[in-house]
């Protein structure tokens, strides 16, 4: 059973920066397939990011394409997404997500692929 935990959310204004990590533990974290996901107030969680279980490839949101970042540090067991030039819209709670089984190249979308999920970190960004 893999754990997953989120952090580095916060307020931040229109225009600013975070970073997001998610810590894996309990399972072989090289393994797994990782996204981001997330889900506004009212709305039907979506895609944002995902990171193939070698690092290779990496799959975006076309909304987040070139403001946001998703990486993996296999030896720290962690996932991250760096996100810059935040915008009003990109208010939600993130959640990070594991997918067993994934072919190494695999950047899966598909939020019901995933196997393991964290509880979310909120994502405030003011105008």
């Known amino acids: 059973q893999v754990q997953l935990e989120e952090s580095g959310g916060g307020l931040v204004q229109a225009g600013g920066s975070l970073r997001l990590s998610c810590a894996a533990s309990?399972?072989?974290?090289?393994?797994?397939?990782m996204g981001w996901f997330r889900q506004a107030p009212g709305k039907e969680r979506e895609f944002v990011a995902a990171i193939s279980l070698m690092a290779g490839r990496t799959a975006y949101l076309d909304s987040v394409k070139g403001r946001f970042t998703i990486s993996r540090d296999n030896a720290k067991n962690t996932v991250y997404l760096q996100m810059n030039s935040l915008k009003p819209e990109d208010t939600a709670v993130y959640y990070c997500?594991?997918?067993?089984?994934?072919?190494?190249?695999?950047?899966?979308?598909?939020?019901?692929?995933?196997?393991?999920w964290g509880q979310g970190t909120q994502v405030t960004v003011s105008s």
């Open positions: 997500a594991a997918q067993r089984g994934s072919p190494g190249w695999a950047t899966p979308r598909q939020g019901r692929s995933y196997d393991y």
């Open positions: 309990g399972g072989t974290f090289s393994s797994y397939a």
